[in-house]
């Protein structure tokens, strides 16, 4: 019996026809992927740059409190000039933590006890969301170098100064150092011509929110022979390296834990002293980037 006219046979596609739909597919994927990729960036960066922000509106709600900014970290040693740190260490981050609605935890922590402290051991390996950039996969707890204290991570570092931090702890010349009480009208430069806060990357090195760990080190990523002493945990300054600063070492490594990196692209996102997030690119002049660090050095740095 035959097929009726208007049965027609099954047709399939031809290999040439397959192939040519697999390649069509595969540019489309080739071209939608970095666009994703993209507009991902975009947003972990605005979301970077909304952490900072929040810092911004802290410290200056801690600042019309208490009558200052926290200081970079406390120590019991502040009549003696440059003396050994011992502590307790606490850092700027820790004391925001009332002001970021973190109240409930700054509770919890004995800031009469050092950072390493037994009885500080649940609390300090917290983990604070508004201090991690999403770029970063910064984003568990970690064991200091020199003593294994575990601390919970940061991105965010406050600004010493322009001049290296190991000189003299206490006298740095921007808004964070060792039991500093720097007010926003300290800011002579202008508070939009100071940084407060910056990114670090964790492929530079590891950060903390806690502050000063008594007995540890920090240093750059697989460079031992770089070591810092502890303050460089939670703070930073702008007297060696422009912000994501080329590679100094042939594997692509930096050289100094103080300094300021990201994993954005185009730059790394600051607070400014008016409570305004500024992108700095990689570009900037060396000149205006040490006139940002610091808070009444009498520069006034360019747009560029």
């Known amino acids: 019996m035959s ?14 026809e397959l192939l040519v739909v697999i390649a069509i597919i595969a540019v489309l994927v080739g071209l939608l992927v970095p666009a994703v990729q993209k507009v991902r960036e975009a947003a972990n960066r605005m979301s970077c740059s909304n952490n ?28 003696i000039a440059n003396p050994v740190n011992l502590g307790p260490g606490w850092g700027w981050g820790a004391r925001l933590l009332p002001f970021l609605e973190q109240d409930n ?8 006890k ?4 037994p009885l500080n051991a649940a609390v300090r390996v917290s983990i604070i969301k508004s201090f991690l950039c999403p770029s970063d996969n910064h984003n568990q707890s970690f064991a200091t170098d020199g003593n294994g204290v575990q601390v919970g991570p940061a991105n965010y570092v406050g600004m010493f100064g322009s001049r290296e931090m190991a000189d003299d702890p206490g006298r740095g010349e921007g808004c964070f150092f060792r039991n500093s009480h720097i007010r926003l009208a300290d800011l002579l430069d202008g508070s939009s011509n ?10 530079l090195c590891k950060s903390t929110w806690t502050g000063f760990v008594t007995g540890a080190v920090t240093f750059p990523v697989g460079r031992p022979n770089e070591a810092e002493e502890p303050y460089a945990l939670i703070l ?40 305004s997030v500024r992108l700095i690119r990689n570009s900037i002049k060396p000149s205006a980037w040490v006139a940002l660090g610091t808070r009444a050095g009498g520069e006034i740095p360019s747009e560029d």
């Open 194 to 203: 100071t940084v407060l806060v910056g990114e670090r990357s964790s492929r």
């Open 236 to 275: 930073g300054h702008t007297g060696m390296n422009d912000p994501n600063d080329p590679p100094h070492t042939p594997n692509g490594l930096y050289l100094h834990a103080e300094d300021y990196t990201s994993n954005h692209t185009s730059g790394v996102n600051f607070l400014q002293g008016d409570g």
């Open 105 to 112: 935890l700054s509770r919890m922590i004995r800031f009469d």
């Open 114 to 117: 050092p950072v390493a402290d």
């Open 3 to 16: 097929k009726p006219q208007w049965v027609k046979g099954r047709h399939g596609f031809t290999l040439i």
């Open 52 to 79: 900072l922000k929040q810092m911004g509106l802290a410290l200056h709600s801690h600042n019309d409190a208490m009558g200052s900014f926290p200081a970079g970290y406390s120590d019991l040693q502040s009549q």
